[in-house]
């Protein structure tokens, strides 16, 4: 049989040691579970503790203490079988000495393990340790040669929530009344469609403007491929094209030269247009490259878990140090590398050939007749002058719509849905060439007639830079040119 002095927290701070799994400790040895003075009296005294839970598992503690005392044998079965456990209490001593010169005897622990060590000294024969969760136990048991048991983490109860834990799930407990009450309004935004982001990175390529004389030489490397035509006198091949009955016709026709205003018209506005044209683009290309990279989409999902629906709700956007909002409206398109290409030089004027009786203009001249007819088309005026009416669920802009690139964005909608998918709003986040930004952010805040606090959500923003080289992407533009005509 294996005896163990009794620590206070086994009574304390484990389950009921009625119900502890002791066969996990014995090694298949019975049990002797001695409760020392020191251990009495300790919970003798935590038994008037108020009414925490230590001082709830005291008075239990003395209970079962009481009732092994009230025995004739002062001893209180446990366990019957498997193994065999038995709770009492050691042969009172007199600690006037500490039996090991590492004692205190003023300290309650050191006192059970004193009565422990005696114990030993009594019954050399029996095996007897302390059994104890305490770390401070353990190592002056072990000083004085004395064997431990630790009890195992999975006897210890829950931890009892503290004064602050109370609080918290009290907190906890009010917030989920209030939910039930009021509507709750959550924000979280979104990029590329389905990743949540805590916080926005844009990386922005800088472009330098081309310089004056980095355009005068492009612009001379394209004019030299397609100068302007000054030989107006080739005569183009006869149409060859014509139907089977036509081309009897062929020999009645003659040679008209393009006219003196289809040729000024040439020279003097198309061609010196076209250059101007990609002088234009030349000149604004490296505020083209950039645009893209100061721009990233986002998506702001708005949404109420509470438990009624937000009334009169109003959702603002507010954009800082130098961010625009912008939308995108039915006829803009996605801006591609295509928009950055030279545009292709203008034709020449060409004389043609024409027959005499010029049946071919007779016959563009009824089409043309058939074109100026106009088509009727009548106003619906009704649907027109009908008032629209406002869906009670949906957001409208507050007051209007601004400006397609402007800082605040607000929005209002008379009852906003509880429990229901989150309201979409997609934005591009502009970041503008005027001043270098590094940091910046969006704020949205949304309040409304039956919230008890506005809701402010921040998305920081950090912006990085690279440069881009802007006269390689213009030499590529010039030779794409160059090689396609």
Known sequence: MKVLFADTNLFLQCRDIKELPWDEITGGDDLLLLVPRAVQEEIDRLKHDGNSRRARRAKKANALIREIVL?????????????????SFPPSVNLKKPPHNV?????????????????????????????THDTNPILTAKRCNLPVIVI????????????????????????????????SITVNVVKNKDQQIQNLAVK?????????????DLLNIVKAKFPMATDFTTE???NSALPLGHKAMIINQ?????????????????????????QKLLQDLAARLETPSRNVEISLLIANEGGVPAENLVVEFDATSGLFLKYSDDEEQTEDNEQHLLPSPPLPPKGKWVDFHNFRSILDQTSAYARIVPENHYLNLPSILRKQQRDKHTFYWKPERP???????????EEFRHKVEPEEFNATIYVTPDIEIQRASVKCRVTAKNMPEPLNYVLPVV???ETGDTLQIAMNLVDSLVHSN
């Open 71 to 87: 025995k004739d044998d002062t001893k209180l079965v446990l366990c019957a079988t498997n193994p065999y456990v038995e709770v």
């Open 103 to 131: 004692l205190d005897l003023t300290r309650s622990d050191d006192r059970i393990i004193a009565e422990a060590i005696l114990y030993k000294k009594s019954n050399p024969s029996m095996y007897v340790s302390l059994i």
């Open 152 to 183: 195992p983490d999975d006897w210890l109860l829950e931890p009892e929530p503290d004064q602050k834990d109370k609080k918290l799930a009290a907190l906890e407990k009010r917030l989920a009344e209030l939910e039930r009450n009021f509507p």
């Open 204 to 216: 922005i390529t800088r472009y330098p403007a081309l310089t004056d004389d980095q355009i005068d």
């Open 236 to 238: 183009p091949k006869r």
């Open 254 to 278: 003659r040679y008209e030269p393009p006219t003196e205003s289809a040729i000024k018209k040439y020279q003097e506005k198309e061609y010196p247009k076209w250059v101007q044209s990609m």
């Open 403 to 413: 400006p397609k690139c402007f800082p605040h964005w607000a929005y209002e909608c």
């Open 463 to 465: 912006i990085d830079y």
